[in-house]
């Protein structure tokens, strides 16, 4: 049988399982932590700061540690998961995650949180691929859309309630921990659901094939290649070490995807199979994906704007972002009823409803700019849109891009997927959050910092317009099938 057809086969394991959605909501868990450690740090940053006398440099440590980690790792931990069973790999992942949060919330100092933050990231690169990957494997056709709903919801309130929740835990000062509970709450929530994981059993390759570890070590180095001078690059003036790591990255990528077609063609097992990007459409909906997460330097340059500009305190700060959250977590539940009205058509609407929530904002930014009141309603309004679309928009693109592949590669692109977000959201942070230091400048005046959102803002929304025209063409019925040079029957 061809890539082709066994991607379109579909063949689900346990259609027939009562506990698929127990099971699911188990691997629901890892990805709701991963986000969530994500934005939980950032209120913790001060604090960390003033016990261990840390410097900036440190500090972005702590956050791109984890970061870079993630993004390097993904889609071998979405490969783990396809060749030796996705509970196995998620539980794995998450007892390592576990560790890691006890190690960062015992530390000593800096250098050991920064540790602990790097084992963490890596933990959390082997369970979230094993989430969006079971949605292809467990479910039938009809349930995969209240699943991606299920799944978009969770990214979404991971990413509402992260800072809210950090502000909260941080200010309460649970246990005198201090800075320190936003890493040891994850501990009791791993327990239970690892006891939950061990109790519900799950399929596993009897006759797994071999790791391809130099496909990983590949992958690994190119990726890494890519994301450390995104994220660190930045922050340092862009060195000419990120340059030439940079320039580097194609010869690292080049060798990996020659080294994958080999080994695919003496009949092993790849880390990463080179047919999958010619499934119809794949491609396509990868570059949709790369600039729909354009939104990654968001979150970074309206903090700044908010605490800097507005002059607002952290835990207020994380409270305007209340209506993204709540957005962000209702549209993919309202998925399937979506999906139903707009058909095809639901991922576009939902990006154009993101963009029209982003130059609203921006309208509001440039007003107040230029003395008039700041509207609060219209603020909250276009937050609420701008979650609410991405919530939206989220699930159908998922849906799009998994339904090109068979049940049995699909911890292979989840990790592709997940790892082409991260990096777009590594892009975005980058290029529009270096954009608006640029016009921002080294003096912290509100009149800068506006005008560098507004920009930076409007940079955004041309992102997400080339994301609308790409899920358009995405899901066109007359999309022209592709073939690789390398297609051939899979043993």
Known sequence: MSL?????????????????????AVLLTGVFLSPLDFFIVNIALPAIKEEFGATPSDLQLVVSGYMTTYAVFLITGGRLGDIFGHRVIFLAGLAGFAGASAICGWAPCSSVLVAGRIFQGLGAALMVPQGLASINMIFAPGEKSLALGLYGAT????????????GFLVSADVFGLGWRIVFLVNLPIAAVVLILGLLLSGASNPRP?????FGVMLSALTLALVVTPLIEGREQGWPLWS???LMAAPIAGSLFLRNEDKLLREGGTPLFDPRVMGLPGFSLGLLAALFFYAIGAFFLIFSIYLQNALGESPREAALVFLPFGVGSFLAPLLSPYAGRMLGQRTAPAGIVLETIGILSLAL???NWRTDQPLDHALRGLSLFAIGFGQGTALPSLLRAIISKVE????GLI???INTTLQVSSALSIATVGGLFFAIAGREAVADNISFALVVSLLAIACCLVIAALA???LTQPTLVKRRTPTEKKIP
């Open 364 to 366: 509001v930014v440039w």
């Open 155 to 166: 990214l979404g309130l991971a990413a509402g309630s992260g800072q809210i929740l950090g």
């Open 471 to 473: 899920t358009v063409a």
């Open 414 to 416: 989840s990790g592709i």
């Open 4 to 24: 082709e057809q066994q991607s379109r086969s579909n063949g689900v394991i346990a259609a027939h399982d009562r506990w698929r959605w127990v099971r699911f």
């Open 209 to 213: 094939p071999r790791l391809d570890i």
């Open 243 to 245: 340059l030439l790591l």
């Open 407 to 410: 049940p049995a590669w699909s």
